[in-house]
């Protein structure tokens, strides 16, 4: 209903919507009474308060004393923030000097504020407005107050775990993860901050129960404090301790779930019946509000974080802890990435070595020297290797190739790798001939790994060098698939990339690999060229007998002898010229004889009555091992005997 201008009330229409309102209407509008405005103001829900020039309280409606849980007329007369005089609410001391700025400047403004009645703590905003007399002039200050707690801890709560998003795994290292979490916590909510990861954790192993445990075995992982050096902290980074199961902390790990405590004189004899040290520390530190917050990833309890307020005067909120235990939550989370990474990367490592050698080649050619250096910002683990490969003759080869990708898979494919290049060297191939061969293995297992896996077709892409060193002849013949050219480093210091053929990495297919040959500074030889005649065969003994003599290998010459017979003669017999013996002291003396046949030798056991035949097989068990390889013109059959006293040349 409305009035009219006789006081009159305006019934509605017909239709049942109100009368058109007309000017005269306006004019004669119902005005309250002073009495009517104060009942108003007391029933409005929104706390409402009038601070006059004196900066005390005047009036005060039923919401505002509702909100401080006092009788309004006892507030009169109060300064801002005061529920009784000289008695400041917590967090109210700083709203006399907001009053005394609007009564100076005439200015409105806002102001919020954290409120603790009671032990309930609330977010306050208040619009504090200028009520101006007659005459324009400030004579007192109105303010209005909202309860703005939910959206405060919201807003806050998504700042902090925005920044938790950036700052806390930003490595995969679980002691880093640790620190950015106790280093964030203390700049925003807590004064002191312990990170405890489970030892197995730290290892990168998986977490075992905490339940039926005595005591809790723990790696101070990381703690952080606004006091330098953390001083309340009775455990360093680094070590291990361990908390009682019966404890505080204990008792929250085996529950599962966060909580918090205000540690006052009761709850600190409590603590020191059981951990005295730690319940001191806390004393001598006037520590008085703590939360215990589990570090809980995929339903497994890794460790626990402990928040603590010394300097922060309020005590820790539910608030406080929920916010808490989304942190833990969010940083459990990176913390058990980074164990799994560990617990990969010690795998991968472990096979890794397993498959490099871990011993130098038993050969006198070459002196090697090898490091691997993994790349440390990325997973650290790859497909790299190296490998010394003995050959007849007292050649070595030389090989370095690399499989595309990190982690277990590239490992693993490594080894398949690296073993096939030792089986195709067995073989003698030359260089360009093994890495075609070697191609054709790439293809078989990129065929083998399926598409969808998780690594995809991991050889294609792969590439390697292969090198075989004559020490003899100074030769050095290379191929390459895929692979950097290698560099030269001469006696005198001097450097040079040799210039090889380019390959196609492994796993390509199709594409042909070239061998280029390199003349390296010699070192010693000793090579006899012979013509195709039967006589020779005793000159070649005379020969062997003085070179032994000079080595000192008298024991060897009887053997010799027999062996470079069979040998000469076979070639002299079955091959063709050229004919060469080259005879080699090396970790074993290696006698070669080559020639212009490519007709591989059989070994055969000769009958009874045969006139030959034997030669290859008196060659087999008078020395340790023999075999052929086939050159650019021709073969050559090699044999090697054992040399007593000749060391091991031990680890590279």
């Given at each position: 209903?409305?009035?009219?201008?006789?006081?009159?009330?305006?019934?509605?229409?017909?239709?049942?919507?109100?009368?058109?309102?007309?000017?005269?209407?306006?004019?004669?509008?119902?005005?309250?009474?002073?009495?009517?405005?104060?009942?108003?103001?007391?029933?409005?829900?929104?706390?409402?308060?009038?601070?006059?020039?004196?900066?005390?309280?005047?009036?005060?409606?039923?919401?505002?004393?509702?909100?401080?849980?006092?009788?309004?007329?006892?507030?009169?007369?109060?300064?801002?923030?005061?529920?009784?005089?000289?008695?400041?609410?917590?967090?109210?001391?700083?709203?006399?000097?907001?009053?005394?700025?609007?009564?100076?400047?005439?200015?409105?403004?806002?102001?919020?504020?954290?409120?603790?009645?009671?032990?309930?703590?609330?977010?306050?905003?208040?619009?504090?407005?200028?009520?101006?007399?007659?005459?324009?002039?400030?004579?007192?200050?109105?303010?209005?107050?909202?309860?703005?707690?939910?959206?405060?801890?919201?807003?806050?709560?998504?700042?902090?775990?925005?920044?938790?998003?950036?700052?806390?795994?930003?490595?995969?290292?679980?002691?880093?993860?640790?620190?950015?979490?106790?280093?964030?916590?203390?700049?925003?909510?807590?004064?002191?901050?312990?990170?405890?990861?489970?030892?197995?954790?730290?290892?990168?192993?998986?977490?075992?129960?905490?339940?039926?445990?005595?005591?809790?075995?723990?790696?101070?992982?990381?703690?952080?404090?606004?006091?330098?050096?953390?001083?309340?902290?009775?455990?360093?980074?680094?070590?291990?301790?361990?908390?009682?199961?019966?404890?505080?902390?204990?008792?929250?790990?085996?529950?599962?779930?966060?909580?918090?405590?205000?540690?006052?004189?009761?709850?600190?004899?409590?603590?020191?019946?059981?951990?005295?040290?730690?319940?001191?520390?806390?004393?001598?530190?006037?520590?008085?509000?703590?939360?215990v917050?589990?570090?809980?990833?995929?339903?497994?309890?890794?460790?626990?974080?402990?928040?603590?307020r010394h300097r922060t005067p309020g005590a820790f909120g539910a608030a406080d802890l929920q916010l808490a235990a989304e942190l833990v939550s969010r940083a459990a989370v990176c913390v058990d990435n980074a164990r799994r990474y560990t617990r990969e990367r010690a795998t991968a490592l472990a096979l890794q070595r397993s498959l490099l050698p871990r011993r130098a080649a038993r050969q006198k050619a070459v002196e090697v020297t090898a490091r691997y250096l993994p790349n440390t910002d990325g997973a650290g683990i790859g497909g790299d290797w190296f490998d010394v490969i003995p050959l007849s003759g007292a050649r070595v080869a030389l090989v370095v190739g690399d499989v595309v990708g990190h982690g277990l898979h590239a490992s693993a494919t490594m080894g398949r790798l690296r073993t096939a290049v030792r089986t195709l060297a067995d073989v003698d191939l030359a260089p360009d001939e093994l890495l075609t061969q070697l191609d054709d293995l790439a293809l078989t297992l990129d065929r083998e790994q399926p598409a969808d896996g998780p690594e995809g077709g991991q050889v294609a892409g792969a590439t390697c060098l292969y090198a075989v060193y004559d020490p003899a002849t100074g030769h050095c013949t290379m191929a390459r698939a895929g692979h950097p050219e290698p560099v030269l480093t001469r006696p005198g210091g001097s450097a040079e990339q040799l210039r090889l053929p380019p390959g196609p990495p492994l796993g390509v297919g199709g594409l042909p690999f070239e061998s280029a040959e390199f003349e390296l500074p010699e070192d010693s030889r000793l090579s006899w060229d012979l013509p195709s005649d039967p006589a020779v065969v005793a000159d070649a003994r005379r020969r062997v007998t003085a070179q032994l003599a000079v080595w000192g290998l008298d024991d060897a010459v009887f053997t010799t002898e027999l062996v470079v017979s069979e040998l000469v003669t076979n070639a002299i017999r079955y091959g063709g010229d050229p004919i060469r013996l080259r005879l080699i002291r090396d970790t074993a003396l290696i006698c070669e004889v080559f020639d212009g046949s490519s007709t591989a030798p059989h070994l055969r056991r000769a009958r009874m009555f045969d006139e030959g035949g034997r030669g290859l097989l008196l060659v087999a068990s008078l020395t340790e091992r023999w075999g052929t390889r086939y050159t650019g013109t021709g073969k050559a059959i090699w044999a090697e005997q054992p040399l007593t006293g000749v060391e091991d040349p031990g680890p590279a």
């Open positions: 209903m409305s009035r009219d201008g006789t006081g009159g009330a305006v019934p509605p229409s017909d239709s049942g919507e109100p009368s058109e309102v007309t000017e005269g209407h306006r004019e004669h509008a119902y005005r309250p009474s002073d009495e009517e405005r104060c009942r108003i103001l007391d029933q409005l829900p929104v706390p409402v308060a009038y601070f006059g020039r004196d900066q005390l309280l005047a009036l005060a409606n039923r919401a505002a004393a509702e909100s401080v849980a006092r009788p309004a007329e006892s507030l009169v007369g109060l300064l801002p923030g005061e529920i009784e005089p000289g008695l400041y609410m917590e967090g109210g001391q700083g709203l006399v000097e907001a009053i005394e700025r609007v009564l100076r400047t005439g200015q409105g403004e806002l102001y919020e504020t954290q409120l603790v009645m009671e032990g309930s703590e609330h977010i306050r905003q208040a619009a504090m407005s200028p009520v101006r007399n007659a005459a324009g002039e400030v004579e007192g200050v109105s303010v209005v107050t909202l309860d703005t707690t939910d959206q405060f801890w919201a807003r806050r709560r998504l700042a902090l775990l925005n920044k938790a998003g950036m700052r806390i795994g930003s490595t995969l290292d679980v002691g880093r993860t640790a620190e950015e979490l106790a280093e964030l916590a203390v700049e925003d909510f807590a004064d002191f901050v312990t990170v405890d990861l489970l030892s197995e954790v730290v290892a990168g192993d998986e977490a075992r129960s905490v339940l039926n445990r005595d005591s809790i075995s723990f790696h101070r992982a990381a703690q952080c404090s606004v006091l330098e050096g953390c001083p309340e902290s009775i455990v360093a980074v680094g070590e291990t301790h361990a908390y009682d199961s019966d404890s505080v902390v204990g008792r929250t790990l085996i529950k599962g779930e966060p909580a918090r405590m205000v540690l006052d004189e009761v709850a600190l004899r409590r603590w020191r019946t059981i951990e005295p040290v730690r319940s001191q520390s806390m004393r001598d530190h006037k520590i008085h509000s703590v939360m917050v589990p570090l809980r990833a995929r339903g497994v309890i890794l460790g626990t974080t402990l928040f603590c």
